[in-house]
């Protein structure tokens, strides 16, 4: 089965200092995976995703994440934290087949503290 | 447009009380989905419309009841609902509901059952 760990619950940075978030996925073929943002009470916005060509993703507001097969991971990076990146962050994989079905991680809060 | 909309964006209702979640896209998906989600958690998949029939419940209690009236719309019939049902309910739709297909989410209907 398709899992999904991303490691900190909880990150803080400074503003301007790098933004690094770490996702481990496990899954037995090729997999698709995404970045989802959520802001205090809304719903869930794409950062980027992954679908097995470029290795390195890049997405919106500057967040990008590079795809690696030997480690199994996904991680999130930004070079310099803005104020409006406080969000929570959800890493997600999309269970094979062709339901679609999101299987997400347990979700990484950001704080940046100016 | 492209955008997912949910209506109402906050309800209270009493555990005897009938109402409806709505959801809307104008975007042409074929693939329209119901989430849960508690405060601090990952949204939680409850049902998956595709090409306007039901292709997955996620053994959600029957007092939940999802519709889908045609390409553009979602809805989620309450009734009867428990306390613990309390959570914001997310909407998302996806081209065509396969694995390498991004969902886009609306910003959800916070629910509070007293």
């Known amino acids: 089965a398709q899992s999904v760990t991303q490691l900190g619950s909880h990150v803080s940075v400074s503003e301007g200092a790098l933004v690094l978030l770490r996702c481990n996925y496990s899954?037995?073929?090729?997999?698709?995976l995404f970045w989802y943002v959520q802001y205090p009470n809304q719903g869930l916005q794409l950062l980027l995703k992954?679908?097995?060509?470029?290795?390195l993703v890049k997405g919106i507001n500057g967040f990008e994440a590079e795809f690696k097969k030997s480690e199994t991971s996904f991680h999130l990076t930004k070079p310099s934290a803005h104020m409006s990146d406080a969000a929570e962050y959800f890493c997600?994989?999309?269970?094979?087949?062709?339901?679609?079905?999101?299987?997400f991680g347990q979700g990484t809060t950001l704080q940046v503290k100016p | 447009d492209t955008e997912v909309t949910q209506t109402p964006k906050h309800l209270v209702m009493g555990m005897t009380n009938k109402k409806s979640l709505k959801c809307e896209q104008h975007?042409?998906?074929?693939?329209m989905y119901w989430y849960k989600q508690k405060a601090k958690k990952p949204p939680e998949l409850m049902f998956v419309?595709?090409?306007?029939?039901?292709?997955i419940n996620e053994s959600v209690p029957s007092r939940f009841s999802p519709e889908c009236p045609n390409s553009s719309l979602l809805n989620l019939h309450l009734h009867a609902l428990q306390p613990e049902d309390s959570a914001l309910y997310l909407c998302?739709?996806?081209?065509?509901?396969?694995?390498?297909?991004?969902?886009?989410f609306g910003p959800g209907t916070r629910l509070t059952v007293l």
């Open positions: 998302a739709s996806s081209p065509r509901g396969q694995g390498a297909n991004e969902q886009f």
């Open positions: 899954s037995s073929v090729p997999p698709y």
């Open positions: 992954y679908t097995s060509a470029a290795t």
């Open positions: 997600a994989v999309s269970e094979k087949g062709d339901t679609g079905k999101l299987i």
């Open positions: 975007m042409g998906h074929r693939a």
């Open positions: 419309y595709s090409y306007e029939k039901l292709s």
